[in-house]
T-cell receptor
């Protein structure tokens, strides 16, 4: 059971280049999320998908697009990268903790992206 | 105003010390509360949920004050392995997503 996996782990892009960050989970969770984490800003939600076939904007969606390919996979695309998109990107999925009906988000290991 | 505010620290404490972190949230519709732990260059992981009556998990105690919109985390008998950043997290009623504080950095010194 790998949990949440992300590829790539590191990436350097030039301004204007495009790329897709991949995320997959094997826990059969319905909800999946993309966050970015910047120093002094905390994690901020970019997009989320409550279930297969649906996506919604989060707090900072500009410059990004997402695809919920199937229940397992949720990808994040940068069409024209900008230096302001230099960040650490985390994918997460939400599922039951198995304790008293609680839920938590399980995070992938992150992608460190630098845009020059 | 930020949804969740935390003192960023850093807190540097000796082994065996007791340390407390505080957090405030701005939206009274917030319904669920959590503390996550994040090690350096790693992903966040759930430390504990925070219940209205307060809850304890070993050396960790979490408290919620809904009237003051305030959450706390107490760590007793600090260990070197407790060194990490602690994230205060809330979820609004009916919402799917979480709001994260910027985190409080703890270093436990031998």
């Amino acid at each position: 059971n790998a949990g949440v996996t992300q590829t790539p782990k590191f990436q350097v892009l030039k301004t204007g280049q495009s790329m897709t960050l991949q995320c997959a989970q094997d826990m059969n969770h319905n909800s999946m999320y993309w966050y970015r984490q910047d120093p002094g800003m905390g994690l901020r939600l970019i997009y989320y998908s409550a279930s297969e076939g649906t996506t919604d904007k989060g707090e900072v969606p500009n410059g990004y697009n997402v695809s919920r390919l199937n229940k397992r996979e949720f990808s994040l695309r940068l069409e024209s990268a900008a230096p302001s998109q230099t960040s650490v990107y985390f994918c997460a999925s939400r599922g039951s903790t198995g304790i008293e009906g609680g839920y938590e988000q399980y995070f992938g290991p992150g992608t460190r992206l630098t845009v020059t | 105003r930020k949804e969740v505010e935390q003192d960023p620290g850093p807190f540097n404490v000796p082994e065996g010390a007791t340390v407390a972190f505080n957090c405030t949230y701005s939206n009274s519709a917030s319904q669920s509360f959590f503390w996550y732990r994040q090690d350096c260059r790693k992903e966040p992981k759930l430390l504990m949920s925070v219940y209205s009556s307060g809850n304890e998990d070993g050396r960790f105690t979490a408290q919620l004050n809904r009237a003051s919109q305030y959450i706390s985390l107490l760590i007793r008998d600090s260990k070197l392995s407790d060194s990490a950043t602690y994230l205060c997290v809330v979820r609004r009623a009916g919402a799917n997503n979480l709001f994260f504080g910027t985190g409080t950095r703890l270093t436990v010194i031998p």
